[in-house]
């Protein structure tokens, strides 16, 4: 990070080889018409990969989206699903955002409300914006440095507003003093002293020490400004008050939305949005097939919640419409944990026989396959997160063609204390059939090299209370824990350091389920936040990784992707590394 920002962190070099490699394989061409009604070729397979299918500047028309799954808030302080934060770009804006590109070039910071990225100052510890002019409200009224200030400030009420990300309340108020808008007894209600608003163009922050993600973390959602007498408190997720290119006109839960344009947004202060459309209609149904044949019927656009068709959607989509499909690399990475609290996973090779004992390409079978399914995981860091190596291959895995490597997994049981292998119990959520299936493909191999394992389906809806407990899972003895796991922003921080950090261990909603504690993991973590320079957090980053893996806490098993369908009528198409390869749709528009 240099004292004036330009690029944000960009992937290692080997991160852009393995998509464009994946480009470069797939069958580019052809694929017929989509049925859509809209008119028009389909793009062809991938063309939403590493370039801009339907590439268009063309106004009008109206967006539909079909989706299974509402946000879980509309509310930008409050909303924590990837698709939620991918759809705010249409209402809310912040001090700067993610490039409008595809694949890693999304990954590059711009300017947004504010005239240009932070001025750095204090050896990292202050942030300095000053706002554009012809940032406005839905109702004309200016956007300014205090709507920005408190919009941010809302973080704090989690009393009222639980739910979202609190990763700038953590670090401007590590030791919780402010109390939050609707406690604070400052007459302006902007009582927060870490961020200073001098005037009505500037905003600075100062944080107590440095933490050289943070201007990746205003870029999000939660960093946008709301205006305090818009703040409906816990109801405003029902209607936002837009300062991006789009409104609310209406909205029912779990029924769907429409927003309309904002005639009071300006492009001319906004070179990231496209706007293309004229109106943006959501409709949300129950039924994933439902859904997958309406969205092959040409009905709908897109997948609000970007997760991939299911199994028979898929597989007519690649027979029938394979010129509408694309098959892009995630940010998520699916996994096996081994929590060191419960035995015999205390002992490192006990948790290497797993590894080695695993067939890897059966685990990627059960996930869906290549296409469905994703790489085989041969670490911890996603292609997504700067600094990862899909090439690091510590356990051979890759090199053993993902079979088990029986050999190696025997020595390790040996090594353990225990040659005839053991019992323990995978845990596994009972409402994801593809992680239950996993679990069952997991348990068989384990079976060839004698470590006997149980399922347990538990209550996926108490994920938190129960896998995130550190105590159940120790009196229920889940020995292995099957999850995944996705960046909240594209950095190590963001990725790894809820799942590897020992400070995050918790005693509810845990994510270190490994129960990591290793004083270095720590201490490059806290190496991390404090260099400014790229290229040595990517080092940091792939030393974590290296750690993290030589401990054996973890079974990989896919770098995500999914088959996704774009229509024969969308334009401006491709797939982000910003929202971990879902569709940029800020930038989408209709023939």
Avoid at 487 to 511: A, E, K, R
Wanted: some cysteine.
């Amino acid at each position: 990070m240099t004292t004036q920002r330009t690029p944000r962190r960009r992937l290692a070099a080997i991160s852009a080889i393995v998509v464009a490699t994946l480009v470069s394989t797939a069958a580019c061409g052809g694929g017929g018409t989509d049925g859509s009604g809209g008119g028009g070729e389909a793009a062809g397979f991938n063309a939403g990969i590493e370039k801009v299918a339907n590439a268009s500047t063309k106004k009008g028309g109206t967006l539909k989206f079909i989706g299974t799954q509402d946000a879980d808030s509309w509310d930008p302080t409050r909303g924590y699903y990837g698709f939620a934060w991918n759809f705010m770009r249409f209402y809310t804006r912040q001090l700067v955002t993610s490039a409008a590109a595809p694949a890693e070039k999304g990954l590059e910071l711009k300017p947004d409300l504010a005239q240009d990225l932070a001025k750095v100052t204090d050896g990292g510890k202050t942030y300095t914006y000053k706002l554009k002019d012809d940032i406005t409200w839905e109702d004309g009224k200016p956007v300014t440095s205090q709507d920005i200030k408190y919009g941010i400030e809302r973080q704090w009420a989690q009393d009222v507003l639980s739910g979202g990300p609190v990763y700038i309340k953590d670090i401007l108020d590590p030791d919780g003093k402010y109390k939050g808008p609707y406690k604070d007894k400052s007459k302006d209600k902007l009582g927060l002293k870490a961020i200073e608003t001098p005037d009505e163009k500037t905003i600075v922050f100062k944080l107590p020490k440095p933490n050289s993600d943070f201007e990746e973390i205003l870029a999000m959602p939660f960093a946008s400004p709301v205006r305090q007498d818009k703040d409906t408190k816990s109801k405003y997720g029902l209607k936002p008050f837009s300062n991006g290119p789009y409104k609310f006109e209406s909205y029912t839960p779990n029924k769907g939305i429409k927003l309309v344009r904002n005639p009071e947004w300006k492009k001319s202060s906004d070179p990231i949005r496209k706007a293309l459309p004229d109106k943006i209609n959501v409709t949300l149904i129950t039924n994933a097939d439902e859904m997958d044949n309406r969205l092959l019927a040409g009905d709908y656009d897109a997948d609000l919640n970007q997760t991939g068709l299911s199994p028979a959607g898929r597989t007519k989509a690649l027979k029938q419409h394979k010129g509408n499909v694309d098959n892009p690399v995630m940010g998520y990475i699916r996994y096996a944990a081994f929590p060191q609290t419960v035995k015999p996973f205390d002992n490192i090779h006990c948790r290497k026989a797993v590894i080695y004992g695993a067939d890897h390409k059966s685990l990627q079978t059960a996930r869906g396959g290549p296409m469905a399914g994703g790489d085989i995981g041969t670490n911890m860091l996603p292609p997504v997160v700067p600094g990862s190596d899909p090439n690091y291959d510590p356990y051979g895995t890759r090199k053993n063609d993902g079979a088990a490597n029986v050999s190696k997994a025997k020595e390790e049981l040996k090594a353990c204390g225990k040659p005839d292998g053991f019992k323990t119990t995978i845990a596994v959520r009972n409402n994801k059939s593809v992680e239950v299936a996993t679990a069952e493909s997991l348990q068989a191999s384990l079976k060839k090299i004698g470590i006997q394992v149980e399922i347990d389906q538990y209550d996926g809806a108490q994920t938190s209370g129960i896998i995130g407990n550190p105590d159940v899972v120790k009196k229920k003895n889940y020995g292995i824990i099957i999850m995944g796991w996705g960046p909240d922003f594209p950095t190590v921080q963001g990725f790894g350091m809820p799942l590897w950090d020992s400070s995050f261990i918790l005693p509810n909603g845990n994510n270190n389920f490994a129960m990591i504690d290793d004083k270095s993991i720590d201490a490059k973590f806290d190496d991390f936040v404090k260099e400014l320079d790229d290229s040595k957090r990517e080092q940091i980053a792939s030393d974590i990784n290296k750690k993290v893996m030589e401990g054996a806490y973890y079974l990989p098993f896919v770098f995500e992707k999914i088959v996704t369908w774009r229509s024969s009528r969308l334009t401006n198409v491709y797939s982000t590394y910003t929202y971990s390869g879902q569709y940029d749709f800020a930038s989408l528009g209709v023939k």
